[in-house]
């Protein structure tokens, strides 16, 4: 089993930054491709970034292309979500997820394992 605890979600006024991390564990963790998604009020799961497991591979959302930053610890057992210029319909539940495997997907059902979700709220 894989654990994910993601953390640093909160308030912040339009135009403002967040960093979301997510840290993973468990003995089942190895070489895992992980993932951010969101769900915001009243709207489907959508996807927002992904790594794979050597970092040779991001995929951005268009959504959120060039103001969110995906990145891996140097362990790679954490994911960090950097989000710069945020606007209210960024407002959702942001949730980390992993795969079994080392390469990424932007499809939520690829991910086996999910974090509880951190909630970001942005004010207009």
């Known amino acids: 089993q894989v654990q994910l605890v993601e953390s640093g979600g909160g308030l912040v006024q339009a135009g403002g930054s967040l960093r979301l991390s997510c840290a993973a564990s468990?003995?089942?963790?190895?070489?895992?491709?992980m993932g951010w998604f969101r769900r915001a009020p009243g709207k489907e799961r959508e996807f927002v970034a992904a790594?794979?497991?050597?970092?040779?591979?991001?995929r951005y959302a268009d959504s959120v292309k060039g103001r969110f930053t995906i990145s891996r610890g140097n362990t790679k057992n954490t994911v960090y979500l950097q989000m710069n210029s945020l606007k209210p319909e960024d407002t959702a539940i942001y949730y980390c997820?992993?795969?079994?495997?080392?390469?990424?997907?932007?499809?939520?059902?690829?991910?086996?394992?999910w974090g509880q979700g951190t909630q970001v709220t942005v004010s207009s």
């Open positions: 997820a992993a795969r079994v495997w080392e390469l990424m997907s932007t499809a939520d059902r690829e991910y086996a394992y």
């Open positions: 468990g003995r089942t963790f190895s070489r895992n491709a």
């Open positions: 790594i794979n497991w050597s970092v040779t591979s991001i």
